[in-house]
Each structure stands twice: as structure tokens, then as C-alpha cells.
């Protein structure tokens, strides 16, 4: 204990898991206060940035960015850390300003826009333990209160800390008391299933914690990556903020007048306040519209989180696909709030832009799993998807956020019979699986079609990355460079022919089957094979932004299709150079090497998997055994195929290219 610093005191697992639920609240708002910032940041020159400023300015953006997702993987960890000792993860938290008493007197949590002052508030809150510094003089409370644990009382109370790393140490020696008064075992007495593992999120870090050993992984974790650990700090949230405050200092140096963010509303609201003090209501008719859906997308984001937690283990695929769905609609807030910072706040407050509020639903609490779990899940996300298409009509720079809410949505699955569960995807009869062309929502121009005696044959050109195995191995089924007809399904035994068809790995060519020709085998395995240089090859029962695509696909993985997240071949054209022999991970056997896998192309970003699957190389070796990844698709990746965000610091844009 630092000289000076009042002890954390804790007795029981009650009082345990309200400290973890103080540290669940200071993770949370910490990320809505760095997002708060990020999202304040000028984006393009039409906002009165030279090139080379908005150059340091979305340097800034990615820095702080990565800040606030491991503030968010803090949060999964504390979420963890309630699960083991039999608690529930904790996502709620109070509308901002967060009012005195709810933490220290010494920690003032606002929504202001980037600024030297939120730098310096940063810095504040991150440093290390024993580190001595005052706050910026705009986020000092009006008054000093404490906060202390009675002794000789069962109801347990919050308690005051110096430091973010002074908490989490007051946490372990919790930890280590109640191991020693219950028992290890008595005190990890949570179901290890209810947790989200890095499996389910693509957090590397993110680890379960199963016992005290676990549990100080997962506190040294969240204190390293803000404080830094002794000795190894310069990639710690202390340090980057840091770095941006001396990079800052020397821009506004030669450039006094240098104003990288727009002037945002500080604790903005969205309806009128009782108390107006330290509060800015936000009433221009556009910027509440955009608010009022950006806390709705927010809402439904914690919405998906809770519904992650306290899952059975054969429900892993609905755990994964929540975190998937929650993240992806993180990438769907992110050029909303950006949009929202853009706009006036109203007019009485002129020069003062509006921001994202960040309003809480009154309960966050996780909903029964079953049907009516997705049917409300399903239902809510297309009422926001709706209600986005009234606010982004075609040519509104934000016109692609209903397609892409509503993409989410097909993703969760409402039974069609209201008796069903929804625990398990109920699966289509084999006969019964159409084509990848048939299901894709595509420009009919792309397909030819043709009906011969035992198949209805198809070719999608959009998909075709020119393997050649049709022109190869079925050259009088498939004429290469002729006018008019040129797709003979009848010119070879239909069994020949079928193979030929699953040797296309984009899956450009698909049939549907006639009378006793056998449909396309469902794979006993579900694998991605890196190509040499190439795009990846999967096979499986594949969903690909929320749309069934049959069996087989080429993704793009160098960046430059003009058809994402397909491969069209650009890979040949721009001289992509990756190796399709990567090095083999440590991993064991599935359990289940088949079923559905889920490919969700986030935005601007890489490709998130979910389900079983086996990662090999072009000649067939194993590289990794996954149920879920994060794979680079944007080119850049110095860990390929896994994504490492480079994404964020080269620019990717994840749209098609006109």
C-alpha cells in the first residue's frame, strides 16, 4: 500500500463482487469517455484540416481507438471475475455525468470532446500507482467526500481507492482472503461457461478464470495494459496518452489556431434536464434524431453482451455470435456519432456541436434464452434498422447503416414455430439446401443458368476468381471464350460433372439436383485453406454477412476485390505476396468439426469466424483449430492470416470500390 492510501477492506464474497461491480462501472465509462473523444475528432478536409493534419489526426484516432477496446476487454475481464465467484456480469451503469458519490471524489467521469484538457484528465486517470499529479482543473469535483466500509456491518459499501491500479489491487487481496476463508474451490464456485472466453471474442487477453492463479492473469492484465507493467510500459495507456499530449503540445506550438476536433457539447442530453448543471440539451431537430438512434444502437450493443453471459455450453455458437453481433454494431455506432458530432447542437448554444450521450436503459439484465430471446433480439434490431432508413435515404452519406443493422438481425435466427427452441439452429433438410447464387442478394445479369436432364446448372461470374477447373476438367460443359451459349450440363456424365462443380472453391459454380441426382454433400469438415498469394478457401455450411452461400467460397484477403468480402482475382493484379504456409499454432482436436460457420465481414475491418473450424495451409497441414478468429482482410496483417489491426493504421475501407 502506497503511504497515504486508504485500505480496501473486504470480508465476503458479497463485498467482493460490489467492488468488481465498481470496477465493471469505471471500465465502462472510461471507454464511453475515450469513444466520446475519439468520435469529437475531425475526419476529412471538409472540416478545415491540411493533409499532413489529418494525418496526425487519424493517428491520434487509431491510438485512442485501441485504448478504448482494451477498456472494453477490461470490462469482459471484470464481467469474468464476477462469473467465477457465482455473480452475474455487470454492464450497467449511470447516466452521465456520473454523479458524485457513485466513485472516489477524486475521479470525475464527463463526456467531453478531445481536447488538451481530456489528455491531461486521461493521463490522470491511467497513471501508475505512487505516480503524484493533479487533475485537469475542468474535471475536479466541486467537493470532497469519502467513502469507507463500516466496521462491524454485514451490508457491504463502497470504498475509496487513489488510483484505478490501487483498485484492482485492493480486488486481489480480496481474492486472496476469501481463498483462504472458503477454500479455493468454494470461492471459484461459478460456472466457467458462463464466461467469454477469446475463443467467443477475438480479445487475445481476454482470458476464464478458474482460480486464483487465473484471476491475478486477469488483474495484471487490466493494470499492465493501463498503468504499464514495470520495466515493459510503452505501449500502456499511461504511455500513449502521454505521447499524444507531447505530439500535441508541438503541433499547437507552430500552430496555435490548430483545432483537431469539433466543439462538442459537453454531457450532452437528449431530453430537456431537471437539473441543467454541468448538462447541454441537445434540441437541433436533426442532431436529436441522430442521437436518438445512436443510444438505441448502443442499447442494443449491451443488449447483446448481457445475452453473451451464462450461456450453456451447447449454446457456444449463440455466445460467439453475440459478441460477433456486439462488436459489429460497435463498427455501425462508430460513423454515426461521428456524423452526430458534425451537426449543430441548437440554437441556444451556438458554435456548440451535439455528441452521443451514451443513456442507459433502465435494465440491462440478461434475458431467458429461448425463442422469445431471439424473436425480441431479431424483432428490436429491425425496428432500429427501420427506423435508420427513414433518417438515411439513399445518397445520405450514411445510407448503408440500415442494409448493415438489418444484416446483423438475419443473423439472429426466430424460430418459425413459437414452441421451438431456439438453443440449437434448426437445420434444413440436406435435398432441401439451394445453391450459394439462388440465396445471395445479386444482380441477375451475374448468373447464367441452365437446365439440363439431371441438374439445373449455374455460374456466378461475380463470384469466379478464374481457377480453371471448369474449363479444365469439364471443357465441353464449359465453353471458354465463345458467343452464345456456352454451358452444356448434358456434355458429360452427371457424376463427373458434380465433381467438377465441388472442386470450384469460390463457388461460383453450384447446381440444383433433378430427380436421383444426389444434392452437393454437406462437408464432414469445416476447413480454410490459405491460398499462395491468394484469397482464402473455405469450405463448410457457410453464412456470409448474414446470407446463406451454400458450401464453398473464396474471401478476399488482399484487400482490393472489388467484390468484398469475395475474391474476384484482384489479388493477381495489384502482385499480393503472402505465403500459403503459415507457421502450424498449438491447438487441440474439436469436439465438433462440422456445422455452420458464421463469416461476418466487419466494417472497415477484418473477417470475425464463428464455428468449427480447422485453418490449413495450401498444401493441407494444420495451422490452427479455432471455433473462433479474426482474420485479416485487409492486406496488411504482419501475422497473417490472423488480423493484428493493421487495418486501422493503414486506412482499410471495407466498402467496394466503385
Known amino acids: 500500500m502506497q503511504v497515504g492510501e486508504p485500505g480496501i477492506r473486504i470480508g465476503d464474497r458479497e463485498e467482493l463482487i460490489l467492488m468488481l461491480s465498481e470496477a465493471a462501472a469505471i471500465e465502462h465509462n472510461v ?10 475528432l475531425k475526419s476529412g478536409e471538409d472540416d478545415g484540416l491540411t493533409q499532413a493534419q489529418l494525418e496526425i489526426v487519424r493517428r491520434w484516432k487509431i491510438l485512442l481507438l485501441d485504448v478504448a477496446i482494451e477498456e472494453m476487454e477490461h470490462l469482459a475481464l471484470v464481467c469474468n471475475l464476477m462469473s467465477s465467484i457465482g455473480g452475474a456480469p455487470y454492464l450497467s451503469r449511470p447516466n452521465f455525468p456520473i454523479p458524485r458519490g457513485f466513485h472516489p471524489a477524486g475521479i470525475d467521469l464527463e463526456l467531453v470532446g478531445f481536447s488538451h484538457e481530456l489528455i491531461d484528465h486521461a493521463i490522470y486517470l491511467e497513471r501508475p500507482e505512487g505516480v503524484e499529479m493533479s487533475d485537469a482543473p475542468e474535471f475536479l469535483h466541486p467537493d470532497a467526500y469519502e467513502r469507507a466500509a463500516p466496521r462491524h456491518t454485514i451490508m457491504p459499501a463502497t470504498q475509496d481507492y487513489s488510483t484505478i491500479g490501487h483498485l484492482y489491487r485492493g480486488i486481489y487481496h480480496g481474492f486472496e482472503v476469501l481463498a483462504r476463508r472458503y477454500g479455493e474451490k468454494a470461492l471459484f464456485c461459478g460456472d466457467v461457461n458462463d464466461q467469454v472466453g477469446p475463443s467467443d471474442s477475438g480479445f487475445a487477453e481476454l482470458c476464464l478464470v478458474t482460480d486464483l492463479a487465473s484471476a491475478k492473469t486477469a488483474i495484471e492484465t487490466i493494470v499492465e495494459q493501463g498503468e504499464g507493467a514495470p520495466g515493459h510500459s510503452e505501449n500502456s495507456h499511461y504511455q500513449k496518452f502521454l505521447r499524444v499530449r507531447q505530439e500535441l503540445d508541438e503541433v499547437l506550438k507552430n500552430d496555435p489556431d490548430f483545432a483537431p476536433a469539433f466543439p462538442v457539447a459537453r454531457n450532452p442530453v437528449a431530453r430537456r434536464p431537471l437539473d441543467g448543471t454541468n448538462r447541454i440539451w441537445v434540441t437541433d ?17 449491451l443488449r447483446l453482451l448481457s445475452q453473451a453471459y451464462g450461456r450453456d455450453p451447447e449454446e457456444a455458437g449463440h455466445k460467439a455470435n453475440f459478441i460477433s453481433l456486439a462488436r459489429r454494431l460497435m463498427s455501425i ?17 451556438p458554435g456548440v456541436h451535439a455528441g452521443m450521450s451514451f443513456t ?30 427513414h433518417m438515411f ?29 431456439a438453443s440449437v439452429s434448426p437445420q434444413m433438410p440436406q435435398d432441401k439446401l439451394g445453391p ?3 440465396s445471395r442478394a445479386i444482380g441477375a445479369s451475374s448468373i447464367s443458368t441452365v437446365e439440363g436432364a439431371d441438374l439445373i446448372l449455374s455460374f456466378d461470374s461475380k463470384r469466379c476468381y478464374h481457377s480453371r477447373h471448369c474449363v479444365l476438367e469439364a471443357s465441353k460443359v464449359f465453353l471458354a471464350n465463345v458467343e452464345g451459349d456456352w454451358l452444356f450440363p448434358d456434355a458429360m456424365e452427371t457424376s463427373d460433372l458434380r465433381g467438377v462443380c465441388h472442386n470450384c ?23 480454410l485453406k490459405v491460398r499462395e498469394n491468394g484469397p482464402y478457401a473455405l469450405r463448410a455450411t457457410l453464412k456470409v454477412d448474414g446470407r446463406s452461400e451454400g458450401f464453398r467460397a473464396s474471401l478476399c484477403r488482399c484487400g482490393a476485390s472489388k467484390n468484398k468480402p469475395f475474391c474476384d482475382g484482384s489479388h493477381n493484379l495489384i502482385g499480393f505476396h503472402a505465403t500459403g504456409e503459415p507457421e502450424t499454432r498449438p491447438s487441440e482436436p474439436l469436439a465438433v468439426r462440422d456445422g455452420e460457420l458464421d463469416v461476418a465481414p466487419q466494417i472497415d475491418g477484418p473477417l470475425v469466424v464463428t464455428g468449427n473450424l480447422e485453418i490449413c495451409t495450401n498444401t493441407g497441414r494444420t495451422i490452427d483449430r479455432v471455433t473462433s478468429v479474426r482474420l485479416c482482410r485487409c492486406g496488411g496483417s504482419k501475422n497473417k492470416p490472423f488480423c493484428d489491426n493493421t487495418h486501422r493504421k493503414i486506412g482499410f475501407k471495407s466498402e467496394n470500390p466503385s
Not at 460513423?335 to 451537426?343: D, G, I, N, R, T
Open 31 to 40: 471507454m464511453c469517455c475515450y469513444l466520446y473523444a475519439i468520435w469529437s
Open 285 to 301: 431537430p436533426e442532431a436529436v434524431r441522430v442521437l436518438d438512434l445512436a443510444n438505441s444502437l448502443y442499447a442494443m450493443m
Open 333 to 349: 455506432l462508430a460513423p454515426v456519432c461521428e456524423h452526430l458530432a458534425s451537426l449543430p447542437c441548437g440554437p441556444e448554444h
Open 360 to 389: 442507459m436503459l433502465r435494465d440491462t439484465a440478461r434475458l431467458p434464452p429461448g425463442p422469445g430471446e431471439m424473436r425480441f433480439l431479431n424483432e428490436r434490431m429491425q425496428e432500429i434498422a427501420a427506423h435508420a432508413a
Open 393 to 421: 435515404p439513399a445518397g445520405h452519406k450514411l445510407a448503408n447503416i440500415p442494409d448493415a443493422v438489418r444484416n446483423l438481425a438475419r443473423q439472429i435466427e426466430v424460430p418459425e414455430n413459437p414452441g421451438m427452441s
Open 436 to 438: 450459394a447464387g439462388a
Open 505 to 527: 472453391p469460390s463457388g461460383a459454380i453450384t447446381y440444383v439436383p433433378k430427380g436421383d441426382t444426389p444434392p452437393e454433400p454437406v462437408p464432414a469438415v469445416n476447413t
